[in-house]
């Protein structure tokens, strides 16, 4: 833990889907230096947590979010916020690889481009290579920026998704389970990608995968059920779990 | 006996209770085999039998209207011997150059003097009355084009009257037949080009599809012009905007029964709303053209949705995670993604209010119009009213006029629906 204030806060978070009550009063601080990732059963909420923390689940018509959730002490929920400020802060790659069916310049080139982040043609250019290789794809699509993004493979799409996002200069980056369409190869490549972004920006990972969630994250949140169970250090909670139900999950009694 | 770890399997009079493997080569196997193949060809030669009875359909409908309408596009000839030296005529070859020429070669009785040559030359199989009405008109563009021919005798072939004409085809009275026979190789046959050029008529021979043609583009002009972007709009509306609630369930349903009301319905609707309060004038493409627009906005519309909604939601999902705004999401990438799917919609509405023909009636398109529509407001006929109203006409010529100007009409359709689906093949995006 640091002593740097939170990067964002989340307190007594209520989600529901009409009458699902999927997230019930979950309280979780994000830190800036540290990889967080929620861990827990199928269905327990995991992703309609994440979402609530840029508003993506605004586009549900059904979902009603309540509690605070704040981004630098700002109430991200608040009249004034814009929310599509509020998405280029904090960033977001899914669980499946989605690039635009476009170029690989242009999926990265896109997001700097609506927010007016370059002023030529030039720095665009800069942009996207700095994303491309801060994603740990350069190498690979240097020489065909202008080939499809679609055309490369799951684990390449990925880290062109993880370019897309990092290409606005978010402050805090959301993955859903970012590897759970990829193999064990594309795997590993994306976990060492979240070590070497950690400190830059505050990313948050959920992964049904225990082993991933103890190799990439400093601070893990068990969720149960919409309940927040147990938030600590990974260290702490995968060694030595004050809560039964974490113990539980963690050593494969159920899930 | 040394004991085992390892537990013993338990041993049970069930478990051993003998397997019988299945016979695979069984007398009933086998006929359920065959059953199965017996069905099978069936069913593939029901879907052969369909797919050739609506094969042979069209074919009959296509042959029949080729057999018939090609005759059309082909006008019999007569040639004729031609002395124009004694016209009075100022020969200052000015005269014959530019608008006043059709004038000065009008009032120095050209058409009398062709009348003439053609009583003179064919007195016995009827003289004048042999030629077309429209005859003397080709002499006269014949010599702007080359003013010497009014210093030199010479021959031209000019278009028959349209008895003469339907009877060299094989189809005309015993009287005009007789006169065919007798002018024999004086006939002879040529591209009737004044079909595409020409308007309305009550002479078969000189009746052409242009002015129904341009009277159909203007009003295609005003339903595109009104429907795409409206439909479109509504579309998007609906699908990115609109609440899910009773309202817009109310208006998802209404859409969809307006798509399935009958044409005709349009036609009294334009007619009460158009013509009735708004007092456009009649028969005119602007009229047709809003109530067709009408007709095609619902189509366009659900086509419109349907191609909006295939787009997949993780692409809107990727565009608004990067902190695009839902107009920048629809523009950028909606949109993008669903035009082939909207064009193709599009242009089959358009394909279909193309061959409308009853809302047209119903406003008034049905008049006799000699002269194209020089705009939206003068009075049109549409290309299906004209095949309608060519239909209906008792003189024989008129047949081969029909049919030739139905096929002009599925050139038209067909070319629309052709786009259409080169569109769907070349651009539509498969998820
Ligand atoms: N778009 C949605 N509409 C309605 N209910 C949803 C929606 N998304 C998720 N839910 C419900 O919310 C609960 C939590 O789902 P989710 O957050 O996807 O869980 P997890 O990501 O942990 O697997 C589940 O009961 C699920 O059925
Ligand atoms: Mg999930």
Not at chain 1, 157 to 183: F, K, T
Not at chain 2, 87 to 97: A, D, H, N, Q, T
Not at chain 2, 129 to 152: M, N, Y
């Amino acid at each position: 833990m640091s002593n740097n204030p939170p990067k964002m806060t989340a307190s007594h978070v209520d989600v529901s889907y009409g009458t699902n009550h999927a997230i019930r009063d979950v309280s979780i601080d994000v830190y800036r230096e540290d990889v967080t990732a929620f861990i827990g059963p199928s269905g327990c909420g995991k992703s309609t947590f994440l979402r609530s923390l840029n508003r993506m689940n605004d586009t549900i018509p059904t979902a009603r979010v309540s509690g605070d959730i704040r981004l630098d002490g700002e109430d991200i929920y608040a009249r004034e916020m814009d929310v599509v400020q509020l998405r280029a802060r904090v960033g977001m790659v899914f669980q499946k690889p989605n690039p635009f069916p476009k170029s690989i310049y242009e999926n990265v080139a896109y997001g700097p481009k609506i927010h007016g982040l370059a002023q030529s043609k030039g720095e665009l250019d800069r942009i996207v290579e700095r994303s491309l290789t801060r994603a740990g794809l350069w190498n690979e699509v240097k020489d065909r920026l202008s080939d499809p993004g679609t055309a490369l493979s799951g684990g390449q799409q990925q880290r062109l998704c993880i370019a897309r996002a990092i290409a606005v200069d978010p402050e805090v980056i959301l993955m859903d389970e970012p590897c759970s369409a990829l193999d064990p190869v594309a795997t590993a490549r994306i976990e060492e990608l979240i070590h070497d972004l950690r400190g830059r920006y505050a990313i948050v990972i959920v992964t049904h995968n225990m082993q991933q969630a103890a190799r990439v994250s400093q601070r893990t949140a068990f969720f149960h059920l919409g309940q927040l169970i147990e938030y600590g250090d990974t260290s702490d909670i995968f060694t030595n779990p004050r809560q039964e139900r974490t113990k539980d999950y963690i050593t494969g009694r159920y899930g | 006996m040394t004991e085992t770890l390892v537990p013993q399997a338990p041993v049970s009079t069930a478990e051993i209770a003998p397997h019988r493997p299945t016979d695979w080569r069984s007398h009933a196997m086998e006929r359920r085999i065959r059953r199965r193949y017996t069905a099978e060809r069936r069913f593939r030669l029901l879907g052969l039998g369909a797919v050739v009875v609506s094969a042979a359909c069209l074919a009959f409908l296509l042959i029949v209207m080729i057999a018939q309408g090609y005759q059309g596009f082909v006008e019999t000839r007569l040639t004729l011997p031609l002395d124009l030296r004694d016209l009075r005529l100022e020969r200052s070859p000015e005269r014959l150059k530019g608008p006043g020429a059709d004038l000065a070669l009008a009032g120095a009785g050209l058409e009398r003097a062709v009348d003439a040559a053609a009583n003179r030359a064919y007195e016995a199989e009827g003289g004048a009355a042999l030629l077309s009405d429209g005859a003397w008109l080709r002499v006269r563009d014949a010599i702007k084009h080359d003013p010497r021919l009014l210093t030199h005798p010479f021959t031209l072939a000019l278009p028959v009257a349209s008895a003469i004409d339907v009877a060299a085809k094989g189809n005309g009275t015993p009287a005009a037949e007789r006169s065919v026979a007798k002018l024999g190789a004086h006939l002879s046959c040529g591209a009737a080009w004044d079909f595409f050029t020409g308007a309305d008529s009550t002479d078969a021979a000189r009746a052409g599809i242009w002015g129904a043609l341009k009277g159909s583009l203007l009003t295609m002009v005003v339903t595109l012009a009104l429907a795409f972007p409206v439909g479109v709009l509504s579309a998007i509306y609906l699908e990115e905007y609109a609440p899910r609630n009773r309202a817009t369930d109310f208006i998802e349903v209404s859409i969809n029964n307006l798509a399935a009301v009958p044409s005709i319905v349009f036609g009294l609707l334009g007619l009460a709303v158009f013509l009735g309060t708004l007092h456009l004038p009649r028969s005119a493409p602007l009229v047709g053209g809003l109530t067709l627009a009408l007709m095609t906005m619902p189509v366009i519309v659900i086509a419109s949705r349907n191609a909006i909604r295939a787009v997949p939601p993780s692409i809107r999902d990727a565009a608004l995670a990067v902190g695009a705004s839902p107009i920048q999401v629809v523009s950028h990438h909606v949109l993008p993604l669903a035009a082939p799917g909207i064009l193709t919609g599009t242009i089959i509405g358009m394909a279909r209010a193309l061959g409308e023909t009853a809302p047209l009636l119903m406003i008034g398109m049905r008049a006799f119009i000699a002269a194209p529509p020089a705009g939206f407001t003068d009075s049109a006929t549409a290309l299906p009213v004209q095949i309608f109203l060519w239909s209906d006409q008792v003189s024989r010529g008129f047949v081969e006029k029909t049919s030739a100007a139905i096929l002009v009409l599925l050139v038209f359709l067909v070319a629309m629906n052709g786009v259409a689906i080169f569109l769907r093949n070349r651009f539509e995006t498969r998820w």
